[in-house]
């Protein structure tokens, strides 16, 4: 069994700064990607940012320049650093990781979701 929990979640204010954090325990042989993705009321889950475990990143348009995923591959856990928060940017977080589960095999995996909340 692999768990995905995440915490940093919150209310801040157009302009300020949030840090979401990942952590994935379990049965874990390897881990291949970890990303963020989030989804606002009454639309789809969109990817925000991933990272591969050799460092590769990709960005969602709307938050290259502001946000930043990073990674730790001996932890297993995944960050993301958003800057320059908008309003648009409110949605409920969600952690991915694509990983190899001992006697399972390759998996996707979801947290439970964080809720980041932009607003004045």
């Known amino acids: 069994q692999v768990q995905l929990v995440e915490s940093g979640g919150g209310l801040v204010q157009p302009g300020g700064s949030l840090r979401l954090s990942c952590a994935a325990s379990?049965?874990?042989?390897?881990?291949?990607?970890m990303g963020w993705y989030r989804q606002a009321p009454g639309k789809q889950r969109d990817l925000v940012a991933a990272?591969?475990?050799?460092?590769?990143?990709n960005y969602a348009d709307s938050v290259k320049g502001r946000f930043t995923i990073s990674r730790d591959n001996a932890k297993n856990t995944v960050s993301l650093q958003m800057n320059s928060l908008k309003p648009e940017d409110t949605a409920v977080y969600y952690c991915?990781?694509?990983?190899?589960?001992?006697?399972?095999?390759?998996?996707?995996?979801w947290g439970q979701g964080t809720q980041v909340t932009v607003s004045s």
């Open positions: 991915n990781a694509d990983l190899f589960e001992l006697r399972v095999g390759r998996r996707d995996y």
């Open positions: 990272i591969t475990s050799s460092g590769r990143t």
């Open positions: 379990g049965s874990i042989v390897s881990i291949y990607a």
